[in-house]
């Protein structure tokens, strides 16, 4: 009745064996995960290349004594890139250009300080600063009003200022025009 016993046992220890790898091969391949992701998001900071005219783009101010208005231009070379350009005459001379910024993209955007890249006739002392080679036309560009643009429509300005920096000239026999490119700065800002 011993060997009996022990057979008995022997045959339950290696059935509940078997059940136990039955079941752990039945869960191990019953676990089966399929799935498919997909991140739709678009990245479109840019200048309104529509905004080129008129009031509240382009605002001269004339000089002292002066009976003709300063003017400028804003062309567009590319959304990340604006051409400006001034013609001044005598001291008080100023044009204000108000450049608007655009996020059309579905990520928020932080903006970086601007670049002004020197035109044919302009010499750059800093990343936002430029000076006519005459010396009497004076660029600076400032920053964004905002800091961050919400996606899907955010906006805002920055001001490039032009000016007729030269006391000591009471006028031009002509008139004096310079340009720069200002080069927008943005990076994906954290959700």
């Known amino acids: 009745m011993g060997n009996n016993h022990k057979n008995t046992m022997i045959a339950m220890l290696l059935g509940a ?11 191990s391949t019953a676990l089966t995960i399929n799935g498919t992701a997909t991140i739709s998001s678009s990245w479109n900071v840019h200048f309104d290349t529509t905004q080129t ?19 400028g231009s804003v062309s567009y070379t590319s959304g990340q890139q604006a051409s400006v350009s001034a013609t001044l005459r005598q001291p008080g001379d100023k ?20 670049t002004a ?22 660029f600076t560009v400032g920053s964004p ?8 429509g955010g906006t805002t300005t920055m001001l490039v200022t032009a000016e007729f920096i030269d006391a000591d000239v009471t006028s031009l026999t002509g ?6 490119t200002v080069n927008l700065t943005a990076t994906q800002a954290a959700s």
């Open 53 to 71: 005219s008129g009031t509240g783009v382009i605002s001269p101010t004339t000089g002292t004594g002066g009976t003709t208005a300063p003017s």
């Open 17 to 27: 064996l078997v059940v136990m790898a039955v079941a752990y091969a039945a869960f």
């Open 95 to 114: 044009v204000v250009f108000t450049l608007t910024i655009v996020n059309d993209g579905s990520l928020k955007a932080n903006l970086g300080t601007p």
């Open 145 to 152: 009003a905002n800091s961050t643009l919400n996606a899907s």
């Open 175 to 180: 008139t004096e025009s310079a340009n720069i």
């Open 117 to 138: 890249t020197a035109g044919a006739t302009t010499t750059c002392t800093s990343t936002t600063v430029c000076t006519s080679t005459a010396g009497h036309i004076k």
